[in-house]
């Protein structure tokens, strides 16, 4: 739809800067000249626009609002939450336990995650897993000693991370 628009301003564009190139006269004024180069500029940015732009964006629907992706968040379901209310204590401490080494495998596997470092040191402050965050920190510092700045950023909490 947005090509009728564009082609019908280049020509009513275009008429009007040839208009005084179609008046009786021995020489055409210096004004056409000028005129012809504009309208000349204009169909070439038109022309290259269509050969190497994104004529498909001019398509009915084809910029549309950004849609989340479809895969749940990472982290328990509101059914899992409701599950682990209903545990015992020893149950839901264990399965804590899991998860929190679950996480600490996965930085293993994957140290570069400074996010995953911070939460891994704040559940084990939280768990009083104190011998183990303490290595955890010895990791942390060694991993991360040429970027001093996203190591105070893991040590203080991440709080100011960017997501990875």
Do not use: H
Request: aromatic letters at 6%.
């Amino acid at each position: 739809m947005i090509w009728i628009f564009l082609i019908a301003a280049a020509l009513i564009t275009g008429l009007f800067l040839v208009t005084p190139f179609l008046t009786k006269g021995d020489t055409p004024p210096a004004r056409g000249k000028i005129s012809l180069a504009l309208l000349g500029f204009t169909l070439a940015g038109l022309a290259i626009y269509a050969v190497i732009g994104r004529p498909e964006l001019t398509a009915p629907n084809a910029l549309k609002a950004y849609e989340p992706p479809a895969s749940p968040a990472p982290g328990p379901s509101a059914a899992d939450i409701k599950a682990a209310q209903e545990m015992s204590p020893e149950d839901r401490a264990a399965m804590i336990n899991a998860m929190v080494e679950g996480l600490a495998q996965k930085l293993q596997d994957n140290p570069d995650n400074p996010q995953g470092w911070a939460r891994l040191l704040r559940a084990r402050t939280v768990l009083g897993q104190e011998a183990q965050r303490a290595k955890d920190i010895e990791t942390v510092k060694a991993l991360y000693a040429d970027r001093p700045d996203v190591m105070a950023q893991i040590l203080r909490g991440g709080s100011r991370l960017k997501s990875e």
